[in-house]
């Protein structure tokens, strides 16, 4: 075991570990704007507005992401009016064609963690916000969106984290990610046990990291479940 060669190589691992936050934190970011109208339209009970949303759930949910990359990457190449658009310059680069893909897959399954968690809000709290007037906008605004992403903070963060591991594909179309920059390393020095000890011990930093931040946002917005503690003081006894 050749653990010089992890030290030696450290810095351009933590570069790609850098580069995978980046894919991460900016999908991420941008599947949950995504993911809110398409959760809401998945939620309503008309068939028109939720029959999109469900295909595009269901296409997103049912292909590999790695399918996905390919199709973003090389797939958008294949138009003449995407070549020659305004947008070409980004989308021939691998980076953002992996924040494409991954922000379109990411957002699939949070709008279907979303619909799940407005479908679970007790139907009393609705009916009550009703009885006192309040219109629909507002009913989703105050009642039901902040009810619903206490529901979600679990399992969101368990989408973050399979969206962190699923991030190791973009290495399949070139981007030097932590996966991507491991296999160059590997490329170089044929040592491959060392360096994915030493990027799966990374990643598994990342890991913890993401689950104590959600955890803190979980405490946080759903302090009014906690348990209350009073603290009763003993009285001395009177003479």
């Known amino acids: 075991m050749q653990f010089d060669v992890v030290i030696q190589y450290l810095p351009r691992l933590l570069e790609g570990a850098v580069t995978t936050l980046e894919l991460v934190l900016i999908s991420g970011i941008i599947g949950s704007l995504l993911a809110l109208p398409i959760g809401l339209a998945r939620h ?29 990457y090389y797939g958008l190449a294949q138009f003449d009016a995407v070549r020659e658009s305004a947008l070409w310059p980004y989308l021939r680069e691998p980076y953002w064609c992996a ?3 991954f922000s379109l897959n990411t957002a699939a399954y949070t709008a ?5 968690a407005l479908g679970a809000i007790p139907k009393g709290e609705i009916e009550a916000a009703k009885t006192i007037g309040m219109r629909q906008p507002m009913l989703y605004r105050r009642i039901m969106l902040p009810r619903a992403f206490g529901m979600i903070l679990p399992a969101y963060g368990n989408e973050v984290i399979l969206m962190l591991k699923g991030s190791a594909l973009a290495s399949t179309i070139t981007l030097l990610d932590l996966t991507g ?3 160059t390393i590997i490329a170089r020095t044929y040592t491959p046990i060392e360096i994915f000890l030493a990027a799966g011990a990374i990643y598994l930093l990342i890991s913890v990291g993401i689950i104590m931040v959600f955890r803190q946002l979980e405490k946080r917005h759903n302090r009014h479940l906690q348990p209350l503690t009073v603290k009763v003081s003993a009285k001395p006894a009177s003479s």
């Open 44 to 72: 309503s009970h008309r068939r028109w507005l939720n029959a999109l949303p469900y295909a595009y759930i269901f296409f997103f949910r049912g292909t590999p992401l790695l399918v996905q990359i390919f199709l973003v």
């Open 99 to 101: 924040i494409i893909a």
């Open 112 to 116: 279907e963690i979303l619909r799940g």
């Open 181 to 183: 920059m491991a296999r």
